[in-house]
C-alpha cells in the first residue's frame, strides 16, 4: 500500500491510541541504522513465499491450538503474528514469515529465525529498547515501520502485528489468505489490546 493511502489511517490511529508520530519515527530511524545487507532480506524473498501463494495467516488469540489441529497446513505459507509463533514452535512448525514488534516470546522466535523463519521486525515508539536488545541476535530481517518507510523499512500497510500480517499477504498478492487464531471480538483481554483489536478489525475488514 503506497504511504500516501495509508497516512490518513495512521493518523487515526495515532489519535485513537495516543501514540506520537515523532517516536514512531525515531524508532524507524534506529532500526534503518540496524540494517544491512548481512542481516536482511531481500523483498524477493517475500515476493517467493507469497505471490501466487495459499497463505495461512496465525494470530494468537487462545483458539489457534485447536484451529490447528483441523487444518491442514501442508503446502501453504504460513505467516506467524508474534506470539502465534511460540504456539506454532512448540508442534513443531516453523511459520515462513514471522510479523513482530518484539514483544512475544523471542527464545521462540529468535528459535524459529535460525531454522530460516524470515522475521519482519516492526519499529515502533515503544520498542526502542526491544530493537535495541533483539536485532543485533537476528537475521533476514525485513524491517517495518507505520510511519513514512526508509532504507531497509517499509511499510505494508496495517498496524498490530496480526493485521500487518494480512497486509503483507495481499501487498505480495497471496492468492488466498486464511486467517487462525483470530478472535477479534475477544472480551478476555485488556483494555488497550481491546482497541488494537477493533482496529484490526475494522482494517483486515476493509482489506479482505
Ligand atoms: N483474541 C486475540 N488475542 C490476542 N491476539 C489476537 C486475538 N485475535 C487476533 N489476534 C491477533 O494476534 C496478533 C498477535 O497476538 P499477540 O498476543 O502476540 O499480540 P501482541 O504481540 O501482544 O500484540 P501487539 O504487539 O499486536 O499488541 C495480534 O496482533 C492480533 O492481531
Ligand atoms: N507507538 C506504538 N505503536 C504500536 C504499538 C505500540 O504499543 N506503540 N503496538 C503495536 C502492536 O503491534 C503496533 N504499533
Ligand atoms: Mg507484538
Known sequence: ???????????????????????????????????????????SVLRKLIAGKSVIVCGNAPCL?????????????????????????????IPDIIVTDLDGDLEKEILANKRGSVVVVHAHGDNIDKLERYVPLMKDIIGSTQSVPLVNVYNFGGFSDGDRCVFLADEFHASEIKLLGFDLDDVNVTDIKKKKLIWAKKLIGDLL
Not at 18 to 43: C, P, V, W
Open 1 to 43: 500500500m503506497e504511504f500516501k493511502q495509508w497516512e490518513p489511517i495512521y493518523l487515526d490511529i495515532l489519535e485513537d491510541m495516543g501514540f506520537s508520530r515523532e517516536e514512531d519515527e525515531q524508532a524507524a530511524i534506529i532500526l534503518s541504522r540496524m540494517l544491512d545487507k548481512d542481516n536482511t532480506a531481500d523483498l
Open 65 to 93: 491450538k485447536d484451529q490447528l489441529e483441523v487444518t491442514d497446513i501442508s503446502g501453504k505459507t504460513i505467516i506467524a503474528a508474534d506470539g502465534a509463533t511460540a504456539v506454532l514452535v512448540d508442534r513443531g512448525i
